[in-house]
């Protein structure tokens, strides 16, 4: 329905591939052309509003010295033709490379997050506050725990503990991409650019940080230490106690996300990315204070 819609609003000559998507209703197809291609971002209906946004969202990064994809034509108020920046996610460059080119991409990364973190943050009119934090830890119960337990803790003992941890974290005025990660990052032609940023908005300083240093998609290994250093090589203070709290409730918010996705999406997929979100936790220095009995 929507690729006999597209050829009917861009031309039927062209050549229509659809693209794996994120857990998103948006739907992408690589749009062949003669002689070149564009990403289709694909909204189910007209959303004028939602394409409003990440127009300004386009011309606020670029503003700010940050690669992100081009926007070219929006047909309908629905249909976002973007520049194709092929399909190399960060997750498989940074996997596949050698040791001096992953303390590159840890470096360009760093700079990345400097560079996010200086973004004024009332460019954004949409906060990660207390309220929707606490929201996504019922998510998390009601998903990923539902009637077991974690930690060998049920639901309801579980709950006063991650709304305790979402009040701890204390600064939520800065600016953040919202889901900094390895499957956000695309590499092309040299260089790290960001997608999937319609959703900034004013949280902990330190969450793009935390997003990609404990990344459910990708283990930075001993080059953790790497990211951190290069991060505070911009000028840029860690609180250690808010950057690991930040970090455990983003990851906890993550299992949320993978248990609504495997059980209610039915998208097994995201399966095989709560280990390493796991153990994320179980390293998290923060854990006993929150999650044990």
């Known amino acids: 329905m929507i690729r006999k819609y597209l050829e009917e609003a861009i031309g039927s000559h062209i050549k229509i591939d659809k693209l794996h ?11 062949h052309f003669p002689g070149y291609s564009r990403v289709a971002m694909v909204y189910p209906d007209e959303n004028r509003a939602e394409i409003e946004r990440i127009m300004r969202l386009t011309a606020l990064y670029r503003e700010h010295g940050l690669r992100v994809p081009e926007i070219y034509e929006v047909i309908d108020n629905r249909v976002i033709l973007l520049q194709d920046l092929g399909s190399e996610l960060l997750q498989k460059t940074f996997r596949l490379a050698p040791a001096e080119e992953k303390r590159q991409l840890v470096q360009k990364i760093a700079v990345i997050l400097g560079k996010l973190h200086r973004i004024p ?7 990660l506050d207390p309220p929707r934090l606490k929201w996504e830890m019922d998510f998390f119960l009601e998903h990923f725990v539902g009637p077991g337990a ?5 639901k309801e003992a579980l709950r006063p503990r991650l709304y305790e941890l979402a009040e701890s974290i204390a600064d939520i005025s800065h600016f953040a991409h919202r889901d900094f990660h390895s499957r956000n990052l695309l590499y092309h ?14 949280a902990s300083p330190y969450y793009d940080l935390v997003s990609i240093a404990f990344d459910a998609y990708l283990d930075l290994g001993p080059r953790l230490e790497l990211l951190l250093a290069e991060y505070e090589q911009q000028g840029l203070a860690i609180d250690r106690e808010q950057f690991f709290l930040t970090a455990l409730q983003r990851n906890i918010k993550a ?27 179980a390293h998290n220095p923060l854990t006993p204070r929150f999650l044990h009995k």
């Open 255 to 281: 299992l949320g996300s993978f248990g609504f996705q495997v059980h209610v999406r039915k998208n097994l997929a995201y399966k095989k990315y709560t280990g390493r979100t796991l153990r994320h936790i």
């Open 121 to 127: 943050a009332q460019h954004t009119d949409r906060t």
């Open 189 to 202: 032609r040299g260089d790290i650019y960001l997608v999937d940023f319609q959703d900034s908005l004013k």
């Open 21 to 31: 998507g994120e857990a998103s209703s948006r739907s992408f197809f690589r749009i």
């Open 150 to 154: 974690f930690y060998g803790l049920a």
